[in-house]
């Protein structure tokens, strides 16, 4: 037996079957409301749309004017007719799926429940996934630093050996010592001593060379010296090496010493340590020697990284990305690169789920797993029941905070219940009875905040901004503040072609009043600095004016002045109780063996009766024969006076020998690590004066 179609089946339209939940029409079905084009009509504007569009791409450019713009119009329809049988899909599944409460709780289960507990599981495996993978990339790329910097420990103690070497025996001699000391570590490690680029014959090589041929020359960018990630050989037999040059004056011939070390055994020791497998690296086709073998076309070129007939070392990983600084050896640029590499998820679970304690762990993250569930569970149930009572305690809630959005802070909330709610709303009532006060300490904080920015700029604002050059002299100055604004300041006066004066100076106290004070301390300093040659004339000055503005006692500024006479060979110093001066002298003047340097003087801008003649009577000011190599070291307290956990301070007695143990590096790298000296004798504790450093070196001295 056939059923009878219904006038809506018959004439084509969408059939929506009855529904016992629904609410009853007028004729006693399910009510439809309004239903709109019918689906044969939607059918007809499918066909003429497509078929519009299907002739005018037949046509081509032989298509009239008014047919495409018909086709323009039907593609317009076709998108509307789109979006209309969306909506119609949606509204058909709402109405046949959500009409019933149950199914309405269940997708709300469905929401509540399981959408968040995958999302959460997604969560932590793709955040997992980026530590991991950010983790092994700050990896791979120290591995990569790590080998640039041994290239040039490399080059440096070769050129430190190559000094006095003239026979070229003596200085392949020399090279091959130098391999010989790095090849356990660095098997295909080379050297090389080449000439410029004018010049024809190679001075000397050691190692293998077997990565690559030797370079001939060095590029017209390296003035001095340079290193970085190189990629270098000919187009399908590029290899990726750590190169570093340095340019020296060899028995009247300038060469370079160029290191070259092969980042094979590096990948290696990467793989073994970390679980990773380098796999190939992405190089700008820009770089240097590329644009010879290379298609003009591609913009990088793929170097892979695994040695020929290695198999593969990680079985189950997933791959990333890192990104590498690349050197381009012809024009001395920075180049970024990117290095492919899989991560091993076996090794990396034999390290963390192997062992007692790790076995531990991964059971209790399985409790605590299934606990998870449990509670989201129960949640779910309790939250239904405890709806009615806490939309209640919400609604509450919501007049409240709406009363005391309009600044009516003398509202309070009815507490009507002994639970966590009737608590909630106790501890409204008592915000909104303390709100007041709250918002006027808010205000208070942001002026103290706004006051110490203004303090800290003018703090910057008044050291020298960016490198400080002077001829024959190497000047390395740091400023880093503590948590409060200080008061520490250095600055560096140009007194001539070969003189030189620096201030350091301490201003007493914290915050804007010491940031002023270094302001106006700064302009004493550059106005008298042209007037006085002398150190202490010119804090006998200094001293004249400030003692008679700063009215208060608590506030005293301590500095130090030493005028560098290059063409003379002296410095002359004056310190006003300022922490001393510590002198390095260079090799041949008692070598290895640091003076601090503590000539007599009063602090500056003591308001105080006669305290202007018993200043001059006690600053001394000193003078001293000066060499080249020379080292002079000018802080402050924030550097001898640092304090560890245990209450003891760093002293100028670990400073003076950190000095006499560096004082062969650069001026930075001294710098660089006093200050970590200073952090790790610190440690945990708490930094509260602000550290001030200013190291100076005789770098060469007029004849």
């Known amino acids: 037996m056939v059923p009878q179609s219904s006038p809506s089946t018959a004439s084509g339209s969408l059939p929506v079957a009855p529904d016992a939940g629904s609410p009853p029409g007028p004729s006693g079905r399910a009510s439809r409301g309004w239903r709109g084009p019918s689906s044969s009509t939607l059918r007809r504007v499918f066909v003429v749309a497509l078929g519009l569009n299907l002739v005018v ?91 640039v910097e041994d290239a040039a420990g490399l080059v440096a103690t070769t050129v430190v050996d190559l000094r006095d070497v003239a ?54 960018w390296l003035a001095q010296e340079g290193a970085g990630i190189v990629m270098t050989g000919s187009p399908g037999r590029r290899v990726v090496v750590a190169r570093a040059a340095t340019v020296i004056d060899l028995a009247g011939r300038v060469v370079a010493v160029v290191a070259d070390v092969p980042l094979a055994d590096v990948m290696r020791r990467v793989q073994a340590s970390g679980g990773i497998e380098l796999i190939d690296m992405s190089v700008p086709i820009a770089m240097g020697g590329l644009q010879g073998g290379a298609d003009p076309a591609a913009e990088v070129e793929r170097v892979s990284l695994v040695p020929d007939g290695q198999p593969a070392a990680v079985a189950v990983g997933f791959v990333w990305t890192a990104d590498i600084d690349l050197l381009d050896w012809t024009t001395g640029e920075q180049i970024r690169g990117q290095v492919d590499f899989r991560v091993d998820l076996a090794t990396l679970y034999d390290r963390v789920g192997r062992g007692g304690f790790a076995s531990s762990f991964f059971f209790g993250l399985m409790i605590l797993g299934g606990l998870f569930l449990t509670i989201e569970a129960v949640a779910l149930v309790m939250g239904f029941a405890l709806a009615r009572s806490i939309t209640g305690a919400i609604h509450e809630l919501f007049t409240g905070t709406e009363r005391v959005r309009r600044g009516d802070f003398s509202h309070r909330i009815r507490v009507e219940t002994q639970d966590q709610l009737g608590e909630l709303a106790g501890s409204f009532n008592a915000m909104t009875g303390s ?90 300093i550059l106005s008298l600095s042209q007037i006085y040659q002398s150190p202490k004339q010119l804090l006998m000055e200094v001293n004249r004016i400030l003692s008679a503005n700063l009215l208060d006692n608590r506030t005293f500024i301590t500095m130090i002045y030493a005028v560098v006479d290059l063409e003379a060979r002296t410095v002359t110093y004056a310190r006003a109780g300022h922490t001393p001066l510590i002198y390095v002298p260079a090799d041949g003047q008692a070598p290895g063996r640091s003076q601090v340097l503590r000539p007599d003087g009063l602090v500056v801008g003591l308001h105080l009766e006669g305290i202007v003649e018993k200043f001059a009577e006690l600053l001394e000011e000193e003078t001293l024969s000066i060499g080249q190599g020379d080292l002079f070291a000018f802080y402050t307290d924030g550097i001898t006076e640092a304090m560890n956990e245990e209450s003891d301070l760093f002293g100028e007695e670990r400073l003076s020998r950190l000095l006499e143990e560096h004082a062969h590096l650069p001026s930075d790298e001294i710098q660089a690590q006093i200050l970590g000296d200073v952090e790790a004798f610190v440690g945990g504790a708490e930094q509260h004066d602000d550290m001030t450093i200013v190291l100076l070196r005789i770098d060469d001295l007029p004849e």
């Not at 790095?182 to 004018?198: I, K």
């Not at 201003?507 to 301390?521: D, I, N, Q």
């Open 57 to 147: 791409r037949l046509l081509g450019a032989a298509t009239p004017g008014w047919l495409r713009t018909f086709d323009s119009v039907g593609t317009v329809v076709l998108a509307l007719a789109l979006v209309y049988l969306l909506i119609r899909v949606l509204e058909l599944l709402r109405r046949r799926l959500l009409w019933r409460v149950r199914r309405r709780l269940v997708l709300s289960y469905v929401l509540i429940g399981f959408v968040p507990i995958v999302l959460i599981v997604g969560f932590f495996l793709l955040g997992g996934m980026l530590v991991l993978g950010t983790v092994k990339s700050s990896l791979v790329q120290l591995s990569f630093d790590e080998v």
């Open 167 to 220: 026979d070229p025996v003596a200085l392949r001699v020399v090279l091959e010592r130098r391999i010989r000391g790095v090849e356990g570590r660095y098997p295909l490690a080379s050297l090389v001593v080449v000439p410029r680029m004018e010049d024809v014959a190679p001075v000397g090589a050691a190692g293998s060379w077997r990565h690559t041929t030797a370079p001939p020359g060095v590029p017209g």
């Open 435 to 524: 709100i007041a006060d709250l918002l006027k300490q808010a205000e208070e904080k942001r002026r103290l905040e706004e006051e110490l920015r203004i303090a800290r700029d003018i703090q910057m604002s008044l050291l020298p901004s960016g490198p400080v050059t002077f001829p024959g002299l190497a000047v390395t100055a740091m400023c880093r503040p503590a948590r409060e604004v200080g008061g520490d300041y250095y600055d560096f006066m140009p007194l001539g072609e070969h003189r030189l004066g620096v201030i350091v100076a301490d201003v007493s106290g914290k915050g804007t009043s010491a940031a002023f004070y270094m302001a106006e301390l700064k302009g004493l």
